[in-house]
């Protein structure tokens, strides 16, 4: 029995053990090589792989069957799985971040160009028209156009003022002009500007080009202001919610789907798809924004196509000039009408004694100003930022068309990497289940967030998205509802400040058709306009912010005129321009 017991010994391990059963791969090849070789190569110490499986009872999530990681190996793999995750959602969703950025840099360019180019048209045409009277009275439309500057790229604030003041500051130089054999007293120009505000708009001086100038500009600058800042927030709301945070559970269900094959011996042995779905859709089930999301691009195009139709922002900028020069024409031709109710209604000013008089050059020295034609669409040229409105919103509109559905989508997106997941052509091949090879026969869940109650990998959270994603949702519904508020002919900016300041929500809004010249719609809740402008201090720069100024607290000896920061007065007709001398 002695001389066999060695051979008996040599014989054992050729004989056949049990039957192959769970994990039985792990049995069959005890080697740690394939898992040293990758883990090797992504930078792990070869000291923490054993060359041979181990005894897994240290595992803190894979099975503790024989293995091939360490707990320290099992601790870094936990790490390396929550990035290749996160790495993934991330670049999955680099589209998104990169098409709102693009369309944000272009809209932004856009409206901003517009307004420049129609700030330059203005200048020119007045310098054609009225040469050096206007390049020496030029502030007040510059204060005109830096106020409207400032309502799109800061403040937001006083667009309705901007209007007034500027319609305010140009009667209250024009009307003096119109009459240069009277001394005009402050108190006489305080009467005429608020005889010119009165809610019964029984003098309207420029007729009716500052309602229609107000309803247009107000109304496209309102809504490209929404649109860009739109756009903004959607960039900065994907790129916030691609930075996924793992939660606990998540962690452990990723480790299980990529990680453990490796601590088993098999990284070969790809994941099974349906077990992919199941963890993925788990893991984003509270960080997506759907429906918000949907509802979001919904408003951009609505608004969109406001912008390239009823609130046409090419159209608007180049008619700022129009409506000056039509209100100016108008003045020009009912100087009688006017003239005589305001001296009935504020007095007739003292005469200037005939010697300070400046006497009239005759009418056609002054010349007249040329039509100005805005050019229809066709003929409108590309800008400096390379293209139109039109060509703008057609590729916003092909673009926002690949990003609906992403956040449903994402989980299909992030599987269909070779890292997570079997390709689907070998959906029938055998898999890694999470506890071997095999096939993965658990119901895959892939759907909105209710749906995730049923995930057999992760179940659904119950206490509902974390405070960062309803804080993006939250950011999201806001800037929604100002885009089809600004559709609507509404700034939400303004009934936001009216309601801090008066505790009601005003804010005008208009009708549909602003073509048709339909008057705007105060809402019951909106205060009166006061029946005077504004004060405006002397000292307020060059700025020209505010309504009719008081400052008129220069010497005036002599005549009286009235003038800007002791410039000769500007006006902007042939009639006037002819008492004053010719150019």
Request: proline share 8%; hydrophobic share 35%.
């Amino acid at each position: 029995m002695s001389v066999l017991r060695p051979l008996l010994l040599l014989l054992l391990p050729l004989c056949p053990g049990p039957g192959p059963g769970p994990g039985s791969e792990a049995k069959v090849a005890r080697s740690c090589a394939d898992t040293r070789q990758v883990l090797g190569a992504r930078g792990y110490s070869l000291n923490l792989i054993p060359p041979s499986m181990i005894s897994g009872e240290h595992l803190q999530i894979c099975p503790q069957e024989y293995t091939c990681c360490s707990s320290e190996t099992e601790q870094k793999l936990i790490s390396d799985t929550e990035a290749t995750f996160q790495s993934l959602v991330e670049d999955s969703g680099s589209f998104l971040v990169h098409t709102l950025a693009a369309r944000h840099r272009k809209f932004n360019e856009f409206f901003r160009e517009m307004l420049s180019v129609s700030h330059q048209s203005l200048a020119q045409f007045f310098s054609h028209s009225y040469g050096r009277l206007y390049s020496q009275h030029a502030l007040i439309f510059n204060s005109l156009f830096s106020r409207l500057w400032d309502y799109y790229e800061k403040s937001g604030e006083g667009l309705e003022d901007t209007l007034v003041d500027f319609w305010a500051q140009l009667l209250e130089r024009a009307f003096p002009l119109m009459h240069p054999q009277y001394s005009f007293p402050p108190d006489f120009l305080l009467c005429l500007t608020h005889l010119a505000s009165t809610s019964d708009n029984s003098l309207q001086p420029f007729g009716d080009s500052p309602r229609r100038l107000r309803l247009q500009i107000t109304r496209a600058l309102v809504a490209a202001r929404a649109f860009v800042q739109g756009l903004e927030t959607g960039k900065n709301v994907v790129d916030e919610s691609l930075k996924v945070q793992v939660s606990e559970d998540c962690k452990k269900a990723l480790m299980r789907l990529i990680g453990c094959p490796l601590c088993r011996g098999v990284p070969s042995l790809m994941p099974c798809r349906g077990f992919c779905l199941n963890v993925a859709s788990g893991c984003l089930s509270n960080r997506g924004l759907e429906p918000d999301w949907g509802n979001y691009l919904d408003g951009l195009l609505f608004l969109a196509d406001k912008l390239q139709g009823p609130f046409s922002f090419e159209l608007a900028a180049e008619s700022i000039g129009v409506k000056i020069s039509e209100g100016l024409m108008y003045l020009q031709e009912n100087s009688m009408r006017v003239s005589a109710k305001v001296f009935q209604e504020c007095g007739t000013p003292h005469l200037i004694s005939a010697r300070n008089r400046r006497a009239p050059a005759p009418l056609e020295e002054a010349g007249r100003p040329w039509p100005w034609r805005v050019a229809p669409e066709e003929e409108r040229p590309t800008t400096a930022a390379g293209t139109n409105l039109h060509r703008l919103v057609w590729e916003l509109r092909e673009r926002l068309n690949r990003l609906r559905g992403f956040w449903v989508g994402l989980p299909l997106t992030v599987c269909g990497d070779s890292r997570m997941a079997a390709d689907i052509s070998q959906e029938t091949a055998p898999c890694w289940t999470g506890t071997g090879r095999g096939r993965y026969q658990l119901p895959v869940v892939v759907g909105p967030r209710t749906d995730q109650t049923h995930n057999p990998e992760l179940g659904l959270d119950t206490s509902g998205p974390d405070v960062p994603t309803r804080r993006r949702r939250l950011l999201l519904r806001s800037a929604t509802a100002r885009m089809r508020a600004a559709a609507l002919g509404q700034d939400l900016d303004m009934q936001d400040a009216e309601e801090d300041a008066s505790g009601s929500g005003g804010g005008f809004h208009y009708a549909d058709d602003w073509k048709a010249g339909t008057a705007p719609v105060a809402p019951a809740a909106w205060p009166p306009r006061p029946h005077h402008p504004p004060r405006r201090d002397s000292s307020s720069g060059g700025r020209g912010r505010g309504g009719p100024r008081f400052n008129q607290d220069r010497s005036r000896s002599g005549g009286m005129s009235v003038g800007l920061h002791n410039s000769p007065v500007l006006i902007l007709f042939p009639s006037a321009l002819a008492m004053l001398g010719p150019r």
